[in-house]
């Protein structure tokens, strides 16, 4: 805004040349001039110390002071007062020196008139106005770069820093006075001062910037991850003049994310087997909801199956004592089998459902086996060839429960006769004596059993037989596996089967 009035300080030893300025000032009224006037230095320096004024007219030679002398002090002493320089026209090139020493303006005396003079004092006003605002933007413009903690500097297209902050110049060790003005090549080793150089190039070529270039650096002797973004420094037209380098210290960032991804692993990991234990225990409660549904179930099958059934034995007992009639023999015959059988069944539903421990005892095993293999026989009414190797085990006694090992090898030899034909079973049931161990292998000719069904046989309730129930193996496996023996199968569909028993001949601690 334009002032309406300004106050001029005169500081001239001559009264003549002060009556010229007056003079020429004295009808101006937009703006009007109010004139002060001191004849030496050190007056106008009380003056200006006193009172506020717009601008001062300095002559170059006063009595107390020479050449630029009085210039410098005023500068120094009031540097928001413009300060024109009044000189002879033998002087002009001193006055010229004077420009650089800040003065805003010089006359030369006897050359001034009242517009040159009104002109040139209202421009020094405007220029020292103009330039408050500016230093005042820059300073506004270096407190934000410094308040911000990452590290930003701005350069020119010769690698020179143009302005750096705080953070910046606190992490060179560098003060910013000594950074500013310098190559980069002065301020880092060759290696690294290439390499951020040719990553500038590429963004004062290219006129595009590169973010988040993450890179790490030697600080305080320690490893920091930074993370930058480089920008083109255009000037007012658009023209690129440098580069615009903003950099964070990532490295708390990147160790809390390697923390929050470990992490991350390790509550997966820890998901997944919790999972698979949950699915394991719901697989084990599954099977026990079974085994217990089965239990009742097999319970009530026993309870109610098995008393009729000893009174048909009975009946059957009786008749055939009674009877002589060979045909009906035959069929008494085929009831008490088919009793057998349906015992049998019982057996297997009620050890499937109440998995007890083996009840040890020492016995003879061979004599177990041969009683085996006859009840099989004569469950079976098939009539095959059935080939025994049983000399190694002869008079050899384990320590076992009996009555599970006959069902063991009950199943495993109803299984045989099942699976072969007539007229050309064979059914080889051999028995070794491996040390601590007794061997029992039963080989059949049969239909054998796919690959894809082998994998599923000691699962309970498999069966490929219409009236199997498919717990006969599972029994096998479950009490082997409590005598600490193993079972195993070898298989071909057509060709047979050969089920090998490994047993303890001890119980195991
Ligand atoms: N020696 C064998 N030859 C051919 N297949 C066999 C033999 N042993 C077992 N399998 C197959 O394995 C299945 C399961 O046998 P498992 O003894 O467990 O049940 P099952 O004999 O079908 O019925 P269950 O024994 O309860 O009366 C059989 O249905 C059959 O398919
Ligand atoms: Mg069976």
Same mark, same amino acid.
């Given at each position: 805004?334009?002032?309406?009035?300004?106050?001029?300080?005169?500081?001239?030893?001559?009264?003549?040349?002060?009556?010229?300025?007056?003079?020429?000032?004295?009808?101006?009224?937009?703006?009007?001039?109010?004139?002060?006037?001191?004849?030496?230095?050190?007056?106008?320096?009380?003056?200006?110390?006193?009172?506020?004024?717009?601008?001062?007219?300095?002559? &170059?030679?006063?009595?107390?002071?020479?050449?630029?002398?009085?210039?410098?002090?005023?500068?120094?002493?009031?540097?928001?007062?413009?300060? &024109?320089?009044?000189?002879?026209?033998?002087?002009?090139?001193?006055?010229?020196?004077?420009?650089?020493?800040?003065?805003?303006?010089?006359?030369?005396?006897?050359?001034?008139?009242?517009?040159?003079? %009104?002109?040139?004092?209202?421009?020094?006003?405007?220029?020292?106005?103009?330039?408050?605002?500016?230093?005042?933007?820059?300073?506004?413009?270096?407190?934000?770069?410094?308040?911000?903690?990452?590290?930003?500097?701005?350069?020119?297209?010769?690698?020179?820093?143009?302005?750096?902050?705080?953070?910046?110049? %606190?992490?060179?060790?560098?003060?910013?006075?000594?950074?500013?003005?310098?190559?980069?090549?002065?301020?880092?080793?060759?290696?690294?001062?290439?390499?951020?150089?040719?990553?500038?190039?590429?963004?004062?070529?290219?006129?595009?910037?590169?973010?988040?270039?993450?890179?790490?650096?030697?600080?305080?002797?320690?490893?920091?991850?930074?993370?930058?973004?480089?920008?083109?420094?255009?000037?007012?037209?658009?023209?690129?003049?440098?580069?615009?380098?903003?950099?964070?210290?990532?490295?708390?960032?990147?160790?809390?994310?390697?923390?929050? %991804?470990?992490?991350?692993?390790?509550?997966?990991?820890?998901?997944?087997?919790?999972?698979?234990?949950?699915?394991?225990?719901?697989?084990?409660?599954?099977?026990?909801?079974?085994?217990?549904?089965?239990?009742?179930?097999?319970?009530?099958?026993?309870?109610?199956?098995?008393?009729?059934?000893?009174? &048909?034995?009975?009946?059957?007992?009786?008749?055939?004592?009674?009877?002589?009639?060979?045909?009906?023999?035959?069929?008494?015959?085929?009831?008490?089998?088919?009793?057998?059988?349906?015992?049998?069944?019982?057996?297997?539903?009620?050890?499937?459902?109440?998995?007890?421990?083996?009840?040890?005892?020492?016995?003879?095993?061979?004599?177990?086996?041969?009683?085996?293999?006859?009840?099989?026989?004569?469950?079976?009414?098939?009539?095959?060839?059935?080939?025994?190797?049983?000399?190694?085990?002869?008079?050899?006694?384990?320590?076992?429960?009996?009555?599970?090992?006959?069902?063991?090898?009950?199943?495993?030899?109803?299984?045989?006769?099942?699976?072969?034909?007539?007229?050309?079973?064979?059914?080889?049931?051999?028995?070794?004596?491996?040390?601590?161990?007794?061997?029992?292998?039963?080989?059949?000719?049969?239909?054998?059993?796919? %690959?894809?069904?082998?994998?599923?046989?000691?699962?309970?309730?498999?069966?490929?037989?219409?009236?199997?129930?498919?717990?006969?193996?599972?029994?096998?496996?479950?009490?082997?596996?409590?005598?600490?023996?193993?079972?195993?199968?070898?298989?071909?569909?057509?060709?047979?089967?050969?089920?090998?028993?490994?047993?303890?001949?001890?119980?195991?601690?």
């Amino acid at each position: 805004m334009e002032k309406s009035e300004i106050h001029l300080l005169v500081i001239e030893d001559n009264p003549a040349d002060i009556r010229i300025v007056r003079e020429l000032l004295r009808h101006c009224v937009n703006p009007y001039f109010k004139i002060t006037h001191a004849d030496n230095l050190a007056g106008g320096i009380l003056k200006l110390e006193k009172e506020v004024f717009d601008t001062v007219l300095l002559d &170059i030679n006063l009595p107390d002071s020479r050449s630029l002398e009085g210039l410098t002090e005023i500068v120094k002493l009031m540097p928001d007062i413009p300060v &024109i320089i009044l000189t002879g026209a033998d002087d002009e090139n001193l006055a010229i020196e004077s420009l650089q020493c800040k003065a805003a303006d010089y006359l030369v005396k006897g050359k001034i008139n009242t517009d040159a003079l %009104k002109r040139c004092i209202k421009y020094a006003i405007e220029r020292k106005h103009i330039e408050e605002v500016l230093a005042k933007q820059q300073e506004e413009l270096q407190i934000i770069l410094d308040s911000v903690p990452s590290w930003i500097f701005y350069k020119d297209k010769e690698n020179r820093l143009l302005r750096v902050n705080k953070a910046f110049s %606190k992490m060179m060790g560098m003060s910013k006075k000594a950074l500013e003005g310098k190559s980069l090549f002065e301020i880092y080793t060759r290696e690294q001062a290439e390499a951020y150089w040719k990553e500038d190039l590429e963004v004062i070529r290219s006129g595009k910037p590169k973010m988040d270039i993450t890179e790490t650096a030697i600080i305080n002797n320690k490893t920091r991850f930074i993370q930058t973004d480089k920008i083109p420094y255009r000037d007012s037209q658009g023209n690129i003049i440098g580069v615009i380098s903003f950099s964070v210290d990532i490295t708390e960032r990147k160790q809390a994310e390697e923390i929050l %991804k470990r992490d991350k692993e390790t509550f997966e990991r820890m998901v997944k087997e919790r999972s698979q234990e949950l699915m394991i225990t719901r697989i084990e409660l599954d099977k026990a909801k079974r085994l217990s549904d089965i239990g009742t179930l097999a319970a009530t099958v026993a309870h109610e199956l098995r008393n009729p059934l000893n009174t &048909i034995l009975m009946a059957v007992y009786n008749l055939k004592r009674k009877i002589l009639d060979p045909s009906a023999e035959r069929s008494l015959n085929n009831i008490e089998n088919k009793i057998v059988e349906s015992e049998q069944i019982i057996n297997n539903l009620l050890f499937y459902s109440k998995i007890r421990m083996p009840n040890y005892e020492n016995f003879n095993f061979y004599e177990i086996l041969i009683e085996c293999i006859k009840d099989s026989k004569k469950i079976s009414k098939k009539k095959v060839l059935l080939k025994k190797e049983l000399e190694p085990i002869k008079n050899i006694f384990i320590e076992s429960d009996p009555f599970q090992i006959k069902e063991v090898f009950i199943n495993l030899l109803n299984n045989a006769h099942d699976a072969v034909s007539e007229p050309d079973g064979l059914i080889e049931i051999k028995a070794y004596d491996n040390d601590n161990l007794l061997k029992v292998c039963i080989k059949d000719n049969g239909v054998g059993i796919s %690959k894809d069904n082998l994998g599923k046989v000691f699962e309970p309730f498999f069966s490929t037989k219409s009236k199997g129930t498919g717990l006969g193996l599972s029994v096998c496996f479950q009490i082997i596996s409590l005598h600490s023996g193993t079972i195993n199968i070898e298989s071909e569909t057509g060709r047979g089967t050969e089920v090998s028993v490994n047993l303890p001949k001890k119980k195991k601690q």
